[in-house]
C-alpha cells in the first residue's frame, strides 16, 4: 500500500539534505477531453532525449546531451564496478572505495565536496549497488573544466592520495553506515533475503555494503589493487547532460581525460538465475511492532525482454494504490496493514518480492496463505486489459517528470548511463518504456505465471529480541603495517578557473483569483509537459486538536478513501488511468494536497482533486481500516531511532503547551483508536476550507488557461460554520539535560539535540542560515568533520535551524555508534561552543558559503518541483515573490562580522536539550559523565500502548 501523508516537521524533519527538452510531438499537443485520458502511446512517444557519443582511445565512452533550459551541466561517470564484481574475501570494497575516491586525490588534494560546494554544484553524491559504481554533480556551465579536471583526477591520479589514515577514516565511516541501517526496524531483512534467494558465490548473494570482517581485513595494498583492476577510463561511462554540445564537449573531455591510461578491462560475472529446489521458508526476530511476509523469487535482469512484463505484474500485484494485494489484503479482507510488490531488474538478474505487513491480532498464516491465493489466481487468469494499462500509464508518467532534470539520481544524465554501461545503449530508456507500453494481458500472464510459479523464498520477521549476529561478533581488526601517511604530489598544476557563473533565471511568479476569492500562485515551466498543484491550507500540525493528537494526520489519510461520488477503489484507478498523483502532506504550519499529472490530462484530473478536497465522505469502513493501519503505524514509530527521539524532543524544545509540540509522529494511540467520523467532518470544515486556500501551480500551461480549468471545479467553492483559529502563546521550553530512551542492543544511538531560539520563519533568517553553513548546515561543516571523518563516530551529521512560521530552534541529528555517545554529545557541545565564541566562522568558510550559495541557484531551481516549493516558503514566511531575483546581491553585500553576529546572537549552546535513543545499559554510564541530568524513559512511557486495531 502506498504512503499517502508525509508529515515533515520541526525535529522529525532534520531525522529524518527549447532544444535538449522532454519533446512533445505534435500529436500531444491539445489536452484530452476531460472524460477520456490520453493514450499512454502518445506520451511514450513525446519523450526523447537526443544525445551525441564519442569514445575516447583509451576507451572512455562519452554521452553528450543538450539541454539548455539553465546554465547547468550534470556530469555523471558510471563505473563497470558493484558488488556484483567482489570475490569471497573482499565484499564490500566497491561501496568502500566509493567512499575513498571522495577523499581527495594527488592533484586535488582533500575532501572532494569543497571544491565542489565552491564551484556551486548541485546533486552531488556517489552510489554504489550490485552493477555500478556512480559518481555524478550538476555545475554551473562555468564550472565545466573544474568538475572533469576533479573527475578526470580521481579516476587517473588518485592511488598516490589514498593513505592508510584515509584508508581507517573512511572505513569506520563505512561502517556507521552499516551501524545505521542495520539499526532500523527489519534492518537485517536484506542478508537474509539475499543469501537464501541465491546460492554461496553467486554474485548477486551478498549486500553491497559487505560484512565488517572483509572491512576490517582490507589493507592498503589490497584496496589499491582493486583500484588498479576497475577504475580505468575503459570501464566507465561519462554523461554530460544540460547546457554543453558535443563539438565544446569534445576537447574538453580529450584534455582532462584523454592521458589517462586504461586498465584490465572489467570481466562481466557469469550470473545464473537460480530456481530453488522447493519453497524455503524462514523466520528471524526483530525489533519491530508487526510480523511482515516476504516473498522472494529470482527472476530475469532488465535486458531480457521478460524483464518489462514482470515489472507490470509487480505493479499489478502490489505497487499501484488499486493492487490486487492493496485492495484484497488490505481493503476488503483488512488481514494486512501495508502490502507492496514489484519487480526490480538490475544488469544480469532481477527479484521479484511480495511483502505485506500483517495486521495486529491477524494470524501470519491466514495472511501468507491468502498472498499464495491472490498469486495463483493471478497467474492462472493473469490481468485486466484496465489493469495493464493502469500500471503502463503510472510507470511511463512517473518516468516523464523524472527526466526534468539533467542530472541527479534520477534525472537525464542517469537515464542515459544505465543504458550506456548495462544494455551498450543509451537510447535504452526509450526502449523500456516502448517495451512497457506495448505490454498486454497475455504477455504479462504468460511470464508472470513462467517466473512466479517456480519456488519462493519466504522470510517471516517477527517481534522479539534480535538473535546475535555475526556481524556483532566480529573481532578487532588485525594490525596492518604502517604506510608513510604522506600523500604523493601532483602532476597536473592547479584546478582550473571558474569563469562567470550566469544569474539565476527564476520564474516570474504572477498571481491572480479564482470566483471564490481563493488566490492563486502561478509559475510557468515549459521543460516538461506537466502540471504540478498544491492547495495549501493554513492549518498544519500546529492544527491539531488538543487531547485528540493524530485528527489533522487522520483527516489527510482519508481525502482519498472516498468522497460522496467514488469510493476509494475509484479514487485510485481513476488517478492511475490518467498518469496522475494526489497526496497530502503537512509542515507544522500548512496543510497541503498535490497534485502531479501529465498536462495533456489535467482537465479531467482536476475533476478528480476537487471532489477529493471538497466531498470527502470519510466513510466509516474506511476509517477502521486507515485507524488500525494508523495504529500500526505508531507501534513501528515506537521501534525506530529516529521516530522514538522525533516524538520525544518537540514538547522539549518548543515547551509542551506549544502548538508545535504536537508534532508526534502519527498521533496519540488512545485518541487515534477513539477517532469519528464526525470529528474528521468537523476538522476538514473547520481547516481545509477556500477561505484558508491558496494555490500554487507550476506548469507547461498559460495562467489564463490554468486559472479557467481551476475556476471551473473550486470557483463555486464556500466554507461551512466557523473557520478554526491557531494560537501561538509562548512555550516553556525544558531546561538542559538528557532523556535517554531505553531500546536494548542497539548497536547505534540516535542523537536528536535542540535548543530554542527568539527567531521565527517570518524573520529573515537569510544570515543566519548561511553563518550554519559552516557549523552544521553541510557536510563540510565543523560538527560533520569532526564527528564522521575526523573521529568516524556516524555515517553523518546536520545541524541546523528547524524553521517554522513562529518558531525555529536550532536542531542536532547525530546518529553514532554506541560506545561513543557520551563522547560525541561532548563533541558537540565543544564544536558549537568554540563555533559561537572562540573559533567562529572563518574566511574560508565565509568565502565558500557564499561563493556556492550564488553559483548553486540555477541548480537549485531546475525543476519545478523546486520552484513550486519556494513559492510555497515565500508566502509562508511573508517574503516577496522576487525573493531569489535578489538573493544575489544580499548574499554579495554579506560580511564575515556580520554572520558571526546573528548566529551568535541567536543561538546559546548551554540551552540544548538532548535526547539519546540507545541502549541504556550500555549508554548510560557515558552520559553520567557529562554533567547534565539524565532521565531514563522506555519507549512505552512516550505514549500510551497502542490498543488492539479494531
Known sequence: MRIKSVALTGAAALAFVVPGQVVLAQAVAKAAPASRPAPVSALVKAVDIPYQTFTLKNGLRVVVHTDRKAPVVAVSVWYDVGSKHEPKGKTGFAHLFEHLMFNGSENAPGDFFAPLKSVGATDYNGTTYFDRTNYFETVPTAALDRALFLESDRMGYLLGAVTQGVLDEQRGVVQNEKRQGDNQPYGLTQYKVLSGLFPEGHPYAHSTIGSMADLDQASLETVKDWFREHYGPNNAVLVLAGDIDVATAKPLVEKYFGEIKPGPKSVLPTVAIPTLPAPVNEEMKDRVAAVMISRNWAVPGLNDPESAPLVVAGSILGGLASSRLDNILVKQEKLA?????????????????????????????????????????????????????????????????GLESVGGFGGKAVALAEGALYSNDPGKYKKQLEAIAAQTPATVKAAADKWLSRPAYTLTVVPGARDAYEEAKVPPRADVPAAPDQPAKGTRGALPDVGQVKPLSFPAVQRSRLANGIELIYAQRTAVPVTQIATSFDAGIAADVPGKLGTQRMVQSMLDEGTTHRNTIAIAEEQERLGASIGSSATNDRTVVGLDVPSINLAPALDLYADILRNPAFPDPELARVKAQTLSSIKQELTSPQGLAGRVLPPLVYGPTSPYAKAQGAGDPAAVAAMTRDQLIAFQQAWLRPDKAKIFVTSDRPLAEVKAALDRVFGDWKGTGAAGVKSFAAGQPSAPKIVLVNRPDSPQSMILAGAPTSLKGTDDLLVQNTANDALGGSFLSRINTDIRENKHWSYGVRGGFQTSEFAAPYVISAPVQADKTGPSIDALRTDVTEFLNTKPMDQVEFDRAITGAIRSLSGNFETSGAVLQAMQTNDLFRRPDNYYATITQRYQAMTLPELNKSIGAALNPKSFVWVVVGDAKAVKPQLDTLGLPVEVIEPSAIVATAPAAQ
Open 337 to 401: 496493514v501495508q502490502v507492496s510488490a514489484s519487480d526490480r531488474p538490475f544488469a544480469q538478474v532481477g527479484m521479484f518480492n511480495m511483502m505485506a505487513i500483517v495486521r495486529p491480532g491477524v494470524d501470519p498464516a491466514l495472511v501468507n496463505k491468502r498472498m499464495g491465493e491472490i498469486l495463483a489466481d493471478f497467474l492462472k487468469n493473469g490481468p485486466t486489459a484496465d489493469e495493464v494499462q493502469r500500471a503502463v500509464t503510472r510507470f511511463v508518467s512517473g518516468r516523464v517528470q
